[in-house]
């Protein structure tokens, strides 16, 4: 009987635990709304024409296309986001079946052998 009380114990105090970790998360969540909330007020008043350029610019529409089958199209796209730190991304997926072909890391994504060398590395 003792055993069972103990057990029951860690289940209860796991409950607990999860219960606070789940507030900690939906408070987090609160205060970056308000935060969010708060930058795009500000921005809206001192850039209007530029916010409105922007949101313009989100309602292009993406033209859809018709893949027949794997391997006829292939998409590579470049991430700088890291380049600052001298980290350069880019990678190439099989637009059929979005199946990631290569990626590379590198101090380069902008020489175009790079991207030839990969793709032959990848054919052969």
Known sequence: MGGDCCILTFVQLD???QGLKSFIYYIFFLVLTF???SIFNIVKELDPVGLQRRT???????EEYIVPRPDYIWSLDGHDKL???GIEIYAAIDAYSQFIIW???G???CIEQLVLVQYNQTVS
């Open 15 to 17: 409950s607990l635990q």
């Open 35 to 37: 935060i969010r909330a």
């Open 56 to 62: 313009n610019d989100m309602q292009r529409h993406r």
């Open 83 to 85: 380049s600052d730190w």
């Open 103 to 105: 990626i590379y890391i």
């Open 107 to 109: 101090i380069s994504n």
